[in-house]
């Protein structure tokens, strides 16, 4: 199941209302919604994305966050 870019667009972080980054698995699959801002990652099951702030994991302080393309 994919994600469709135009809703991607119209989701915001629930943290801090600021824009996310689809991050993609190795097998181009849609994995995570990103949220450069807060640096905390919100993950895709079964194709939903789940907004939930219990649910997300922060990123590693290594790991570079996406940029937003505009």
């Known amino acids: ?19 996310l980054a689809l991050v993609h698995d190795p097998e181009m699959r849609p994995a995570e919604l990103v949220c450069p801002a807060d640096r905390v990652a919100f993950p895709i099951r079964d194709g939903l994305p789940v907004m939930l702030e219990s649910e997300a994991r922060a990123l590693a302080d290594d790991e570079e966050a996406p940029r937003i393309a505009p």
Request: aromatic letters at 0%; charged letters at 20%; a positive charge.
């Open 1 to 19: 199941m994919t994600l469709d870019r135009r809703l991607v667009s119209l989701l915001h972080c629930p943290l801090c209302k600021g824009p």
